[in-house]
């Protein structure tokens, strides 16, 4: 049994909560909250801390707070020698303070707290500095993930970048699609199933093969037509950037 | 029974063509290719015509050619009077030749050839003159579709604005990443996960609602870092575009 203690009560600290609590070879010793109400009926009040020093050794301490705190409560826990994993998809691992083992176990995903998640299915990137540690982790993420991939902080960097790309980029173009039909009196629901499909295409095509579209045809009169239609300035910036981003795109080898 | 010609061979008019082959109560009568060889395997060479004078009168043809072909095509089909639908988006039905009783059938999803669809749960757009031509391309439509919707000339060419950001910018944002991954050697199907809970998510909650990541949260110190890391200008272009565009988004009530 591997003991696991959770610093920080956000998104997803709370999603791990639930991920860790289905798994009989992992316990969740602490869970550290500033604001213990966050983590009402997620987990027995009895484990929540809200103060460094009531914090116990553990086999591993998984700091899932924001970015900018991680420096600060990586010092702030009570122990030396101890393993420390952040879950940042942007920090790097040498950010965490030098009295702890250190590790990074960031699960790549979007989270919101409304919206459940099979864990399962869900890449955790992890990273240690030396293989024994490694292990710890790799035996931790993978009680929850069946897909744990070994990846290095610049790596690590990159698909971040990446993930902004692909969803928080993306879910603003739903957003637009949202302004554009209630600005036309057309309900959102009827673009869902495109939403869908675009995003299942790409498990059989190649972004580039699943490519279609106005910009990709070189059809101009279209693309004409539809900067004429949009009125708001921002819509129309967008729409030109991409747009020739494809066409350029389309010209590549 | 209806009677039902295609005229086309592309992508629109294959799936087409799969879907009414499943329906007993739709048959089609003639596909009008200008070369056959698309069509092998699909249809019955024997329904298959390459001139316009062999094609015979039926209750509704259904123009699935490229946009700027539409005007050209109604005008050779050598009838009087026949309903004609056309499947664009951004198409207006007054495009259509007069001699023909205008129609619009417009299937709002993303096509590729290699890609198999449900076309069941395909939103059709439907758009006539008048009521019983309206009841007949309803009924046609709702033969091979649960989703059926009256959409004027003016909706539809909203809605395909709005389906080029939710789709084809979309996956261009796909493909960004999966740039991002080829220069930093990962594996591009490690953010599939991502990619399908980001279009999972608003099923659930607006997209407004889904919001996460650097430019959501404020977190200008991501951001910079961000930008530092990427060196293409067009990734560079895109990225602080649309970053701009969520905060000033956030700021709107």
Redesign the interface.
Known sequence: MIKVSIIGSGNVAQHLIHAFANENNIEILQVFARNPDDLIDIINPNKIVSDFKYLQKVDLFIIAV???SIIEVSAKIPFENCLVAHTSG?IDLNVLNSKNRKAVFYP?????K??K?NFK???I?IEAQNSRDYSIIEYVAESISN?V?K?DS??R??????????????????????E??N????NFE????????????????????????????G?S??IN??LK??KNE??I???I??TK??I??GKKL
């Open positions: 924001s970015d900018n942007s790549l995903q979007t989270f919101s409304t919206k998640l299915e869900i890449p990137c897909n991939q990846i610049k790596q960097k990159a698909l971040h970048v990446a993930a902004v790309f692909v969803c928080n980029f993306t879910n603003h173009l739903y957003q637009v699609g949202n554009i039909c600005e036309n009196n057309i009827i673009l869902k199933p495109l939403i869908q499909e675009t995003a299942n295409k790409i498990l059989l095509l190649s972004p580039k093969e699943a490519q279609t579209g106005p910009a990709k045809r059809d009169q279209t037509e539809h239609f949009l921002n819509q910036g967008i729409y950037l991409l981003s494809i350029d795109n």
